[in-house]
């Protein structure tokens, strides 16, 4: 087990719960979600970690179904909202004619989370991939999410989160120049930045069952493996995005 703080952490991310049809991974069904849950609870107590669930985008599912069944197993979780999509669909993403389509977060259900314990971090203003901003749109990414986030809960926010994970050493500095304590990335086989300050979690997806969660506590190569083949196809969303911004120009 990987020690990021004081405390041996095991940081696990998920997106969104729902039981509506969705192409991809990232959409887990409300009973696995429960019976992640419940093996959860019995890792953290037989391996004596502290086990943080983690919601990137900050789609409305956190708030009503996530967080009620979080309650029911002793649960906080930390949640990463796209600060600029506050109480509207995720038309920042590839949506597949809407069959992906999900409503955010609104600013009452932040506050709420975060008055029941949960930690509020940012995942930007657009959910837009940091390293192909200029500096004035980077530090307004950074900087108006943050106060965005800040006003909602009247607590500082010292999470962030990039979009894809994609990150740099400047695009580091840039982070903590603001405030930000932490930054959380997408565990790899050989961490690339080997600092106090950077959390490194583990990805969770719809084919992952309870024995998946057992092999990630343990840092298991294999579930390492397929996390990061199945992340990487996750940024093909920016190459794609690209394209269909070109597209819209030319034609």
């Known amino acids: 087990m990987t020690k990021f703080t004081d405390d041996n952490q095991f940081s696990l991310a998920y ?26 609870k019995k890792i953290k107590y037989r391996e004596n970690i502290k086990i943080e669930i983690i919601f990137d985008d900050g789609y409305e599912s956190t708030f009503t179904l996530a967080m009620p069944l979080m309650e029911k197993y002793g649960f906080k979780g930390t949640v990463f909202p796209v600060a600029g999509y506050l ?27 975060s008055e029941l314990g949960w930690e509020i971090g940012s995942h ?27 006003k909602i809960i009247n607590k500082e926010v010292k999470r962030f989160t990039p979009p894809f994970s994609i990150i740099n050493k400047q695009l580091i500095k840039n982070i903590f120049s603001l405030g ?64 269909l911004w070109v597209l819209s120009v030319t034609l």
């Not at 719960?17 to 992640?36: A, C, D, Q, T």
């Not at 669909?89 to 955010?104: A, E, L």
């Not at 930007?124 to 986030?149: A, C, M, Q, V």
């Open 15 to 40: 997106h969104q719960l729902g039981n509506n049809l969705s192409l991809g991974l990232n959409r887990i069904s409300y009973s696995l979600f429960e019976s992640h849950l419940k093996a959860l």
């Open 87 to 113: 109480g509207k669909t995720n038309n920042w993403d590839i949506n597949f004619f809407g069959i992906n389509s999900m409503n955010h977060l609104d600013e009452e259900q932040i506050y709420k989370l």
């Open 124 to 150: 930007g203003l657009s959910h837009k991939p940091l390293h192909t901003l200029n500096p004035l749109d980077l530090d307004n990414e950074l900087r108006t999410s943050k106060e965005i986030l800040e």
């Open 180 to 243: 930000y304590k932490h930054i959380y990335l997408q565990k790899k086989i050989i961490p690339s930045y080997p600092t106090k300050n950077i959390v490194y979690r583990n990805s969770v997806y719809s084919i992952d069952n309870s024995n998946s969660l057992t092999r990630k506590s343990k840092n298991n190569i294999i579930e390492l493996f397929k996390e990061n083949i199945i992340h990487h196809c996750s940024k093909l969303t920016v190459i794609a995005k690209q394209l």
